[in-house]
Nanobody
Framework: QVQLVESGGGLVQPGGSLRLSCAAS????????MGWFRQAPGKEREFVAG????????YYSDSVKGRFTISRDNAKNTVYLQLNSLKPEDTAVYYC?????????????????WGQGTQVTVSS
């Protein structure tokens, strides 16, 4: 069992940046493919980015490609999501998730463990 805790969310102006962190405890994160998802009020949870267990391959939704970057530091048991050029439509609760697989996946039901989420609000 792995426990995930997100941090780094907050209020930022359009065009600004944030760095989200997802710290794991209980088991080493290097065993899992990892993903970031987000959920805005009244909307379904959607895939944002994923990264393989090794960190060698990453995946992005079209809406964030070129603006967000996922990375991981297995030695620190932490996964990151760098959010740049933020837009109001990026406002959501952001969740990290772990999957018992070498690979990430775009489907939320493919993940086994979830964090509690961190709020990102983009507003002037």
């Amino acid at each position: 069992q792995v426990q995930l805790v997100e941090s780094g969310g907050g209020l930022v102006q359009p065009g600004g940046s944030l760095r989200l962190s997802c710290a794991a405890s209980g088991r080493t994160l290097s065993s899992y493919g990892m993903g970031w998802f987000r959920q805005a009020p009244g909307k379904e949870r959607e895939f944002v980015a994923g990264i393989t267990r090794s960190g060698g391959t990453s995946y992005y939704s079209d809406s964030v490609k070129g603006r967000f970057t996922i990375s991981r530091d297995n030695a620190k048991n932490t996964v990151y999501l760098q959010l740049n050029s933020l837009k109001p439509e990026d406002t959501a609760v952001y969740y990290c998730a772990a999957r018992i697989s070498p690979f990430a996946n775009t489907l939320s039901q493919q993940y086994d463990y979830w964090g509690q989420g961190t709020q990102v609000t983009v507003s002037s």
